[in-house]
């Protein structure tokens, strides 16, 4: 059962959300039952490895799924309250980019490379602030300046392939801001760049969390990233949530076997000699999860019960979710 | 940019050069020679002998090449036909309008018609219409445009007699537009029917790859409309190579199609070529295909300028 009550200082609030995609060789449960919220000020990181499904959430919350072949089957996405899924298409163009904005992974191809800078971003305020082109430009440089470019103006006038990689992501940055969004959602924002630009681009995005009072929806697979930037966190395995809870529960005291394993594949400095730790195995085929825990073939605890029966979601206190029969009765049975 | 063009236009020259001598080769060591139409049974070979010797053919081949572009390169003058003595150029240029009139249309028409059939296959991918272009671009491409052009003949000028057989007028007299676009209909049409065939499909294609890049998701995430995405965002770039495709065919503006033109009694360019070549016209051959070469290198430097101006990230001449 759902809980229905949705608290007020919540902005985006996902509830048993499935999304899956119908290819020819069968449906690929690529979300599958998917519940957390995202508070107001606060950054959720979703972590898990390729193919756990956390871009295609972020996309069912924009509601660019792809369709065919993906469709959203079951649940519901309120944002700020309403379901964004019984908005019209009109409705949504009018939340993306506005109050709802997106970036991705891959600055060097995420901006049009036949359009200036410039009017990449001023054709998101026009749209959304209802500006004229001059004010939008004017606008443009503000958010130019905002988000840390040097020599603004002349970048106004440069097409993308003249920046650089950081460059381009603050200009997305900039343009994910046009609308003044309630919430930002960030899909691996730093993956593609250079470790110096990448605390550049996180330390920008947290300032700009604070002055702008946003909330950060942050997609990554790097836990060195979490540890920096969220204050609570969702780990997906095999399309679902596996754990979530604040940043130090997750760090400290880690429930889920998987959250455990992907610590412990964290380097540090501390492990100078010792070998990089790994978990076994790879991520199951979506088309054939198995019946039981997803994460059953590479867990060290698994017993028959695991391989067996799917362990539900459950409540270990008001701020921590765990999908794992190690916390229940039937754990010692 | 102009030291660019400097360059290309330099080196262009060469070519051409080649390409001269290939054609000079090619057409004086084929079977036959302009003095076949004079032969008659009953006529002395010494006649013919003559008219060989007034024409120059009868020197070796190298001294026939050395004066046609010895007159070329000294005068800019490409000679006089062996058929009625006239000026090369003159009779190149009195058939131009006709070639203009013609492939202007066909290729007119079938940017018109094919880019928006390319897009719309390529955004409704694997719906019904897009098969059904599909299927005509096939046919279109596979099937020859003289086997189209006898069919549309056929039956629409022979059998419903909507559309003058062939020509490209009814009288000299005096011009009458609506008679001129009559006769035009069909042999543009048949033209144009191919050119859509293979355009609509490079179009298709250029836009399938273009709708799944990142930039038009972002697009999308910014909220626009999906009129905006595909044809402000998308389309942009989709036309991108489609332009290079254009640009190649614009030499057949002048050049003609020798195969329509013919069948369709069109007094263009590529009549000329086709009669010359039958008659072993050297000097008219020489002429058409010189310029046809001409036009193919300054359409491709055309397009390679285009190029720089639609895509921001193509310069030339900077390092």
Same mark, same amino acid.
């Given at each position: 059962?759902?809980?229905?009550?949705?608290?007020?200082?919540?902005?985006?609030?996902?509830?048993?959300?499935?999304?899956?995609?119908?290819?020819?060789?069968?449906?690929?449960?690529?979300?599958?039952?998917?519940? %957390?919220?995202?508070?107001?000020?606060?950054?959720?990181?979703?972590?898990?490895?390729?193919?756990?499904?956390?871009?295609?959430?972020?996309?069912s919350?924009?509601?660019?799924?792809p369709?065919?072949?993906?469709?959203?089957?079951?649940?519901?996405?309120?944002?700020?309250?309403?379901?964004?899924?019984e908005k019209?298409?009109?409705?949504?163009?009018?939340?993306?980019g506005?109050?709802?904005?997106?970036?991705?992974q891959?600055?060097?191809?995420?901006? &049009?490379?036949?359009?200036?800078? =410039?009017?990449?971003?001023?054709?998101s305020?026009?749209?959304?602030?209802?500006?004229?082109k001059?004010?939008?430009?004017?606008?443009?440089?503000?958010?130019l300046? $905002?988000?840390?470019?040097?020599?603004?103006?002349r970048?106004?006038?440069?097409?993308?392939?003249?920046?650089?990689?950081?460059?381009?992501?603050?200009?997305?940055?900039a343009?994910a801001?046009?609308?003044?969004?309630?919430?930002?959602?960030?899909?691996?924002?730093?993956?593609?760049?250079?470790?110096t630009?990448?605390?550049?681009?996180?330390?920008?995005?947290?300032?700009?969390?604070?002055?702008?009072?946003?909330?950060?929806? $942050?997609?990554?697979?790097?836990?060195?990233?979490?540890?920096?930037?969220?204050?609570?966190?969702?780990?997906?395995?095999?399309?679902?949530?596996?754990e979530?809870?604040?940043?130090?529960?997750?760090?400290?005291?880690?429930?889920?076997?998987?959250?455990?394993?992907? $610590?412990?594949?964290?380097?540090?400095?501390?492990?100078?000699?010792?070998?990089?730790?790994?978990i076994?195995g790879?991520?199951?085929?979506?088309?054939? %999860?198995?019946v039981?825990c997803?994460?059953?073939?590479?867990?060290?605890y698994?017993?028959?019960?695991?391989?067996?029966?799917?362990?539900?979601?459950? &409540?270990?206190?008001?701020?921590?979710?765990?999908?794992?029969?190690?916390?229940?009765?039937?754990?010692?049975? | 940019?102009?030291?660019?063009?400097?360059?290309?236009?330099?080196?262009?020259?060469?070519?051409?050069?080649?390409?001269?001598?290939?054609?000079?080769?090619?057409?004086?060591?084929?079977?036959?020679d302009?003095?076949?139409v004079?032969?008659?049974?009953?006529?002395?070979?010494?006649?013919?002998?003559?008219?060989?010797?007034?024409?120059?053919?009868d020197?070796p081949?190298?001294?026939?090449?050395?004066?046609?572009?010895?007159l070329?390169?000294?005068?800019?003058? $490409? =000679?006089?036909?062996?058929?009625? =003595?006239?000026?090369?150029?003159?009779?190149?240029?009195?058939?131009?309008?006709?070639?203009?009139?013609l492939? =202007?249309?066909?290729i007119?028409?079938?940017?018109?018609?094919?880019?928006?059939?390319?897009?719309y296959?390529?955004?409704?991918?694997y719906?019904?219409?897009?098969?059904? %272009?599909?299927?005509?671009?096939?046919?279109?491409?596979?099937?020859?445009?003289?086997?189209?052009?006898?069919?549309?003949?056929?039956v629409f000028?022979?059998d419903?007699?909507?559309?003058?057989?062939s020509?490209?007028?009814?009288?000299?007299?005096?011009? &009458?537009?609506?008679?001129?676009?009559?006769?035009?209909?069909?042999?543009?049409m048949?033209?144009?029917?191919?050119?859509?065939?293979?355009?609509?499909?490079?179009?298709?294609?250029?836009?399938?790859?273009?709708?799944?890049?990142?930039?038009?998701?972002?697009?999308?995430?910014?909220?626009?409309?999906?009129?905006?995405?595909?044809?402000?965002?998308?389309?942009?770039?989709?036309?991108?190579?489609?332009?290079?495709?254009?640009? &190649?065919?614009l030499p057949?503006?002048?050049?003609?199609?020798?195969?329509?033109e013919?069948?369709?009694?069109?007094?263009?360019?590529?009549?000329?070529?086709?009669?010359?070549?039958?008659?072993?016209?050297?000097?008219?051959?020489?002429?058409?295909?010189?310029?046809?070469?001409?036009?193919?290198?300054?359409?491709?430097?055309?397009?390679?300028?285009?190029?720089? %101006?639609?895509?921001?990230?193509?310069?030339?001449?900077?390092?």
């Amino acid at each position: 059962m759902v809980t229905t009550s949705v608290k007020t200082d919540t902005v985006v609030s996902v509830k048993d959300l499935k999304t899956y995609f119908y290819t020819e060789d069968g449906v690929v449960p690529v979300i599958d039952g998917v519940s %957390f919220d995202v508070r107001k000020g606060e950054t959720l990181a979703i972590v898990g490895e390729s193919g756990s499904g956390k871009s295609v959430t972020s996309l069912s919350i924009m509601r660019l799924i792809p369709t065919p072949p993906g469709k959203i089957v079951n649940g519901d996405i309120l944002f700020q309250n309403e379901s964004l899924l019984e908005k019209s298409d009109k409705e949504m163009r009018q939340i993306r980019g506005n109050k709802i904005s997106m970036i991705f992974q891959e600055p060097m191809t995420s901006l &049009n490379p036949v359009y200036k800078v =410039g009017d990449q971003i001023s054709e998101s305020i026009m749209l959304h602030q209802k500006a004229s082109k001059k004010e939008a430009t004017a606008e443009a440089l503000n958010l130019l300046n $905002l988000v840390g470019i040097p020599e603004p103006e002349r970048r106004l006038n440069q097409y993308p392939h003249e920046l650089s990689g950081g460059m381009r992501q603050r200009v997305m940055i900039a343009m994910a801001l046009a609308g003044r969004p309630d919430l930002l959602i960030a899909d691996e924002p730093t993956t593609a760049l250079d470790v110096t630009i990448q605390n550049q681009i996180l330390q920008l995005m947290k300032d700009l969390k604070a002055k702008r009072d946003m909330s950060i929806v $942050l997609i990554t697979h790097d836990l060195g990233v979490v540890a920096e930037m969220a204050d609570r966190v969702v780990v997906m395995y095999g399309g679902q949530v596996v754990e979530q809870g604040d940043i130090f529960t997750i760090f400290e005291a880690p429930k889920h076997p998987y959250t455990e394993g992907l $610590l412990r594949s964290m380097p540090t400095a501390a492990k100078k000699n010792g070998k990089l730790y790994a978990i076994e195995g790879t991520v199951p085929n979506p088309l054939h %999860f198995p019946v039981g825990c997803r994460f059953a073939e590479r867990c060290e605890y698994a017993k028959d019960l695991c391989r067996q029966e799917m362990p539900q979601i459950q &409540n270990l206190s008001e701020d921590e979710v765990v999908r794992c029969w190690k916390y229940t009765d039937r754990w010692e049975a | 940019m102009p030291k660019y063009i400097i360059r290309r236009t330099l080196q262009s020259i060469p070519l051409l050069f080649i390409i001269s001598i290939i054609t000079f080769l090619l057409m004086t060591l084929a079977p036959g020679d302009p003095t076949a139409v004079y032969k008659n049974p009953e006529g002395k070979p010494q006649n013919l002998e003559m008219i060989k010797k007034e024409l120059g053919v009868d020197q070796p081949i190298y001294v026939q090449y050395y004066k046609w572009i010895k007159l070329l390169v000294l005068h800019g003058n $490409l =000679g006089y036909s062996f058929q009625d =003595g006239r000026p090369v150029t003159e009779k190149i240029m009195e058939r131009v309008p006709a070639t203009l009139e013609l492939m =202007g249309t066909a290729i007119v028409i079938s940017i018109l018609v094919a880019i928006p059939i390319g897009v719309y296959s390529a955004v409704k991918q694997y719906s019904l219409l897009d098969y059904i %272009f599909t299927a005509y671009s096939f046919l279109g491409i596979a099937v020859p445009s003289f086997f189209i052009a006898l069919v549309v003949m056929l039956v629409f000028a022979m059998d419903l007699g909507w559309f003058p057989v062939s020509g490209m007028r009814s009288s000299y007299d005096h011009f &009458n537009l609506w008679d001129r676009v009559h006769h035009l209909f069909l042999p543009a049409m048949t033209l144009a029917f191919g050119l859509i065939a293979s355009k609509s499909r490079f179009m298709r294609s250029s836009m399938l790859e273009v709708i799944k890049q990142d930039y038009v998701r972002t697009a999308r995430a910014k909220g626009l409309s999906e009129r905006k995405v595909i044809f402000k965002h998308a389309l942009r770039n989709g036309l991108i190579p489609i332009i290079t495709i254009i640009a &190649n065919r614009l030499p057949d503006l002048f050049g003609g199609a020798l195969f329509i033109e013919t069948i369709f009694a069109w007094p263009g360019m590529g009549r000329l070529s086709f009669s010359a070549i039958f008659i072993r016209d050297y000097q008219v051959i020489m002429g058409t295909t010189l310029i046809a070469a001409v036009l193919v290198v300054l359409a491709n430097l055309l397009a390679d300028i285009l190029y720089a %101006f639609v895509d921001p990230r193509i310069q030339y001449g900077k390092s």
